[in-house]
């Protein structure tokens, strides 16, 4: 729920500065009635820090002179409207083509070290908020994930624009619908391959990438001539997509994630390409056919899947972060499911590695996220987030190489599939996991111990 300026503010002050460490004390002032409805246009400005090029930080191989002359270098874009459904009572909405994330933690006071007006925008579920000074139709300010040391990106945001990369409509020389054979981290180690699915109406562009370990979820942009301009943010990720087409019909472009990281990929339109097995990436090793863990709970309590909840029932183990969308986006999945097929004898049980070095950060991450999700499954904490740690906490798999990785065990408390990563509802491949999903669920229910 926002909070405007009045008595309501000030408890909602205190929780902000002491839980996300904002500095500088905030003070109520009543100058208006809220933040000004309708569309705005922000930007999140990734180019004053230094940025590697690829996981190893060997050279990159020519970049094809993109010269985006439409845009200005390192800006990602996005828009949201602030809107109202009273006099007093507003939110924000971001939307990311068919995507839209309802934003209700809003705050808005004076800031007595600059005598301005200051906005945050919380998103708790991600550990992450925007601040921001607010005068004359304009924020200005950061945006801050807590779960990274130091992580802060320049943020601007303009009410009255409704544009995303640009106002230009320079014909596009071709269209780019359809599906496309992509490889990201060209020249490095990490080199992975992904599908492109594209949809474009004129100057306008929707799509996304799918991975083995996940989608880059909704995306919106546009082509301007020979150029493509994507991007996305959710409050966790900002991703920024930017592609020249090549006189030969195939793509070249550059991916940058946030303020971190930065790469090139290429792509070519095949209709046929498919990635691995999403169900023979992550397995069990020679010798295994049950998952052995004891993790604790946000409330201390050390939780196994002997425990008395989960003996006899399929059970579904789902290895994921309360950072990562993906995770996110298969939660909602799990809820939907659960609350679909009430009274089955199935129990999902959640595996949390997180980005917080301190366990007790970690386990508040992870109450808040199930809190404001509303999981009605249990979410223990199992450690540090990353393959190698991950590997570690569940030795019996040959590794963990996605969040979220689904285990489905059966009735007699043994593996029988893991599916890697999750093709989540900005892909076409959905519907088809949702419909393979509940037919092997089924399956597993109607099995004899």
């Known amino acids: ?82 809107k109202y459904e009273n006099e007093k009572d507003y939110y924000i909405e971001i939307t990311n083509g068919a995507e839209h994330i309802r934003v209700d933690d809003i705050f808005v006071g004076r800031d007595r070290s600059t005598a301005k007006d200051t906005v945050v925008i919380s998103f708790p579920v991600y550990d992450s908020y925007i601040r921001a000074i607010f005068e004359e ?60 699915e594209f949809q474009q109406q004129g100057n306008h562009l929707l799509g996304t990438f799918l991975t083995e370990t996940g989608d880059y979820r909704y995306l919106e942009g546009t082509v301007q001539a020979n150029k493509l301009y994507l991007s996305t943010f959710d409050g966790a990720h900002a991703f920024l997509f930017e592609g020249k087409i090549q006189e030969d019909g195939t793509l070249i472009g550059s991916f940058q994630s946030g303020k971190h990281y930065k790469t090139l990929w290429e792509a070519r339109r095949n209709p046929d390409f498919q990635l691995r097995n999403a169900y023979e990436v992550t397995y069990l090793r020679e010798g295994y056919d049950k998952l052995q863990f004891a993790f604790e709970n946000t409330e201390g309590q050390l939780v196994s899947l002997e425990s008395p909840p989960y003996k006899d ?76 740690e991950a590997s570690k906490a569940l030795p019996m798999l040959n590794a963990i190489i996605s969040y979220p990785t689904l285990v489905f065990i059966g009735r007699d408390g043994k593996v029988k599939k893991i599916h890697t990563g999750f093709t989540g509802p900005a892909t076409s491949e959905f519907e088809t996991f949702k419909q393979e999903f509940e037919t092997y669920v089924n399956q597993l229910l109607n099995e004899k111990q």
């Open 137 to 196: 139709g304009v924020m200005e300010g950061e945006w801050v994930l807590n779960n990274k040391p130091d992580y802060r990106v320049h943020f601007v945001a303009r009410h009255g624009q409704n544009h995303r990369f640009t106002t230009l409509r320079k014909p596009p020389v071709m269209d780019l619908s359809g599906r496309w054979e992509a490889t990201f981290g060209i020249g490095s180690e990490e080199e992975y391959k992904a599908i492109a």
């Open 1 to 82: 729920m926002n909070r405007q300026f009045g008595k309501l503010l000030l408890p909602l002050a205190f929780t902000l500065l002491a839980v996300s460490g904002i500095s500088g004390c905030l003070e109520v002032d009543n100058p208006f009635t809220g933040l000004p409805p309708g569309p705005w246009r922000a930007v999140l400005d990734l180019s004053p820090q230094p940025i590697a090029s690829n996981p190893q930080g060997k050279p990159l191989p020519d970049n094809g002179n993109f010269g985006f002359q439409e845009v200005t270098e390192g800006e990602l874009p996005f828009n949201f409207e602030i």
């Open 313 to 388: 029932k399929v059970v579904l183990v789902q290895i994921m972060g309360t950072w990562c969308p993906n995770c996110r986006d298969e939660t909602e999945f799990l809820k939907d499911y659960l609350k679909q097929h009430p009274g089955q004898e199935i129990e999902v049980l959640a595996l949390a590695f997180e980005r917080y070095q301190n366990p007790d950060k970690a386990k508040r991450a992870i109450k808040t996220f199930k809190e404001k999700m509303e999981v009605p499954y249990e979410i223990l904490y199992a450690g540090i987030a990353g393959q190698e």
